[in-house]
């Protein structure tokens, strides 16, 4: 298990849901026809864009049987398996594990606060029960996030913990683990620091929910990343920046729904109901992108 056996970009997938809570699977098949059409072959499904703490075992087979289909095995996929507990964390791992998939992405246990000799024994516990290989996923925002010292112990002690995305936006973790020389992959989570991670060169790769959504711009950002000086990496660093800036005012997920559909992808639907407000808020971002997208994004392609 080494750190190149998870890298590039991954784009953290959106799961499309009818209202009542459902699967949409011609609309997730449909998204992932855009991005294989956009060069992204490799799909991270069930994290925290793709709202894990609404699907069922069952919901799971089938997100991950409608990729494999769309993409015709030719694809990498990572699944989430985030759990309050244990028990549900492994059965999901079972089914990823016979559904094919590359790995496991493993959140912490949710709802409550744990300390980091809970969260350890968690993570060896569920790990202990799959033969695939499993990136920890730190998500302090939603759950008990992890500290340094217990990603290295982990990785180290773990023959099939290989890693870890860090979704926290915080670069502590990944800088740790470069300094100390341990082999793992080191996956960025949060878009907002992809570019200075590239700059510092102390990540591997992207689990990027912008490239459901954008892809053209992560692309061009990571193509660029052994010239992080250049004006081009510069301007898709920019560029980046300005559309997080737009989705910080939405929940994640709605915020990318709202801009696929922007792009005339899938609509964008949710599992509960939604504001008058938000959908005015929604409307307005989708006419900031259209602008925006039409005057800058498309000049990142000429210069290819």
């Given at each position: 298990?080494?750190?190149?056996?998870?890298?590039?970009?991954?784009?953290?997938?959106?799961?499309?849901?009818?209202?009542?809570?459902?699967?949409?699977?011609a609309?997730?098949?449909?998204?992932?026809?855009?991005?294989?059409?956009?060069?992204?072959?490799?799909?991270?499904?069930?994290?925290?864009?793709?709202?894990?703490?609404?699907?069922?075992?069952?919901q799971?087979?089938?997100?991950?049987?409608?990729?494999?289909?769309?993409?015709?095995?030719k694809?990498?996929?990572?699944?989430?398996?985030?759990?309050?507990?244990?028990?549900?964390?492994?059965?999901?791992?079972?089914?990823?594990?016979?559904?094919?998939?590359?790995?496991?992405?493993?959140?912490?246990?949710?709802?409550?606060?744990?300390?980091?000799?809970?969260?350890?024994?968690?993570?060896?516990?569920?790990?202990?029960?799959?033969?695939?290989?499993?990136?920890?996923?730190?998500?302090?925002?939603?759950?008990?996030?992890?500290?340094?010292?217990?990603?290295?112990?982990?990785?180290?002690?773990?023959?099939?913990?290989?890693?870890?995305?860090?979704?926290?936006g915080?670069?502590?973790?990944?800088?740790?683990?470069?300094?100390?020389?341990?082999?793992?992959?080191?996956?960025?989570?949060?878009?907002?620091?992809?570019?200075?991670?590239?700059?510092?060169?102390?990540?591997?790769?992207?689990?990027?929910?912008?490239?459901?959504?954008?892809?053209?711009v992560?692309?061009?950002?990571?193509?660029?990343k052994?010239?992080?000086?250049?004006?081009?990496?510069?301007?898709?660093?920019?560029?980046?920046?300005?559309?997080?800036?737009?989705?910080?005012?939405?929940?994640?997920?709605?915020?990318?729904?709202?801009?696929?559909?922007?792009?005339?992808?899938?609509?964008?639907?949710?599992?509960?109901p939604?504001?008058?407000?938000?959908?005015a808020?929604?409307?307005?971002?989708?006419?900031w992108?259209?602008?925006?997208?039409?005057?800058?994004?498309?000049?990142?392609?000429a210069?290819?």
């Amino acid at each position: 298990m080494t750190s190149t056996k998870v890298s590039g970009i991954y784009a953290a997938v959106l799961t499309p849901r009818m209202a009542d809570g459902s699967i949409d699977v011609a609309a997730l098949g449909k998204l992932i026809s855009f991005l294989l059409s956009k060069e992204i072959t490799s799909f991270a499904m069930n994290g925290a864009t793709g709202e894990f703490c609404l699907t069922t075992p069952r919901q799971l087979g089938t997100i991950l049987d409608t990729v494999k289909k769309i993409s015709q095995g030719k694809s990498n996929i990572l699944c989430g398996v985030g759990a309050p507990g244990s028990a549900l964390a492994i059965e999901l791992a079972a089914i990823a594990q016979d559904e094919g998939v590359k790995g496991l992405l493993l959140p912490m246990p949710s709802f409550f606060p744990y300390r980091q000799e809970d969260l350890d024994l968690y993570c060896r516990k569920v790990a202990d029960s799959t033969q695939l290989p499993i990136l920890l996923y730190n998500l302090p925002q939603f759950t008990s996030g992890l500290s340094k010292e217990t990603v290295r112990a982990l990785i180290t002690e773990v023959p099939n913990i290989v890693g870890i995305k860090d979704s926290s936006g915080s670069l502590d973790i990944l800088r740790d683990l470069s300094a100390c020389g341990v082999d793992a992959c080191r996956i960025i989570g949060n878009d907002s620091v992809l570019a200075q991670a590239l700059i510092e060169g102390i990540c591997d790769g992207v689990i990027s929910g912008v490239a459901t959504a954008l892809p053209e711009v992560i692309i061009d950002l990571y193509r660029h990343k052994q010239q992080t000086g250049s004006v081009e990496f510069q301007r898709a660093s920019r560029l980046l920046d300005e559309f997080i800036v737009q989705l910080d005012s939405f929940p994640t997920p709605w915020g990318l729904k709202w801009i696929i559909e922007a792009r005339g992808v899938i609509p964008a639907t949710f599992s509960q109901p939604v504001t008058a407000h938000r959908i005015a808020q929604s409307q307005q971002m989708a006419a900031w992108f259209r602008e925006w997208f039409t005057s800058a994004v498309p000049s990142l392609s000429a210069t290819r």
